[in-house]
C-alpha cells in the first residue's frame, strides 16, 4: 500500500509540474493588468530559464523521482531537455 502512495504522490508532483511549465509559457496570458501577477510570471519565467541554460537541479524533477523510486517505478535519470533545440533527450 506504501508503494501505492508514493506512486500517487508522484503523480500529483508531475501534474504541479506540468502546471508550473504551463504557467511559465502561458501565464502572459494572464497577467494583463494584474501587475503583481506579471511580476510573479516574470520571476518564474526567470528562474525556469536559469534552471534550463545552467542544467541546474529543479526541485519538483528532485522530489517527483524521488517518490518515484520509492513507490517501485524506474525514475528517468536523464535531462529532459537537451540543449539543441528543445528537443527531447533520451541520453
Known amino acids: 500500500m506504501a508503494q ?14 506540468a502546471a508550473y511549465i ?3 509559457i502561458f501565464g502572459a496570458f494572464f497577467t494583463r493588468g494584474r501587475s503583481r501577477l506579471a511580476a510573479l510570471h516574470v520571476v518564474t519565467l526567470l528562474y525556469g530559464v536559469i534552471i534550463e541554460i545552467f542544467g541546474f537541479w529543479c526541485p519538483l524533477m528532485a522530489f517527483e523521482t524521488w517518490l518515484e523510486v520509492r513507490g ?14 528543445g528537443q527531447p533527450s533520451m541520453r
Open 22 to 24: 504551463a504557467w511559465v
Open 72 to 85: 517501485g517505478v524506474s525514475a528517468y535519470r536523464g535531462r529532459l531537455m537537451s540543449s539543441s533545440g
Open 4 to 17: 501505492g502512495w508514493y506512486r500517487a504522490m508522484a503523480a500529483s508532483v508531475l501534474s504541479l509540474h
